[in-house]
């Protein structure tokens, strides 16, 4: 079946540490993104990638990296920077970086504590 | 400046009858309009889209109306299911021009049987 996985489905931290959040996707597209969602503030963008070995910042991207050296895989990497952490993190892929349409993975609920 | 407004944050409709999301943008370089459903715990999933040349897109039971002049658009669900129950997000895309999809804030629908 082709799709997105993210993998764990939850996530727990110690403050201090840093963690990273897996993204894979297997339908041969060119463009991956990472959202994080908060109650009541939708979908905010935090790093995006249109090609492997190239990725922009999204809105909110401090405290946050991701590295892109496979097409199938954009992992996230939260940082002891970020301020608020706790989350549920959310990957998506497009066919390419001018396509409309995005398909979301399941998401990971990371909580730190 | 949010470019992409749900001034709506939940909805609540008798089963049945007609639900109305709506969407307000302020940028008048998105020429696209997409529709995304979100269960708790789970990743939005595509629901239905429209281009800026059309006025109206129809799937099922589902429709999406744009007011190119007015800068909004509406999603109606008819008739409104139990299963219809979940946050609801627009997100517009700028010209083709490799930028990522804005996204609204989401609004919570609730059916009640």
């Known amino acids: 079946d082709g799709g997105i996985t993210q993998s764990p489905k939850y996530l727990f931290r110690k403050e201090g540490q840093n963690v990273t959040l897996s993204c894979e996707q297997n339908?041969?597209?060119?463009?991956m993104y990472w959202y994080r969602q908060d109650p009541g503030q939708g979908l905010r963008l935090i790093y995006y990638?249109?090609?492997?070995?190239?990725?922009q910042k999204g809105d909110i991207a401090e405290g946050y990296s991701v590295s892109r050296e496979k097409k199938e895989s954009f992992p996230l990497t939260v940082t002891s920077a970020q301020k608020n952490p706790t989350a549920f993190y959310l990957c998506?892929?497009?066919?390419?970086?001018?396509?409309?349409?995005?398909?979301f993975g399941p998401g990971t609920r990371l909580t730190v504590t | 400046d949010q470019q992409v407004k749900q001034n709506s944050p939940s909805l609540s409709v008798q089963e049945g009858r007609i639900s109305i999301l709506n969407c307000d943008y302020t940028?008048?370089?998105?020429?696209?309009f997409l529709w995304y459903k979100k269960y708790p715990a789970e990743g939005p999933t595509f629901l239905i889209s429209?281009?800026?040349?059309?006025d109206k897109n129809e799937d099922g039971r589902f429709t999406v109306f744009l007011n190119k002049s007015a800068k909004h658009l509406s999603l109606h669900i008819v008739p409104s299911q139990p299963g219809d129950s979940a946050v609801y997000f627009c997100?517009?895309?700028?010209?083709?021009?490799?930028?990522?999809?804005?996204f609204g804030k989401g609004t919570r629908l609730s059916v009640i049987a």
């Open positions: 998506a892929s497009s066919i390419s970086a001018v396509s409309y349409e995005q398909y």
């Open positions: 339908l041969n597209h060119d463009a």
């Open positions: 990638s249109q090609i492997v070995n190239d990725f």
């Open positions: 940028n008048s370089m998105f020429d696209y």
């Open positions: 429209i281009s800026s040349i059309k």
């Open positions: 997100a517009a895309s700028p010209l083709r021009g490799n930028t990522p999809l804005v």
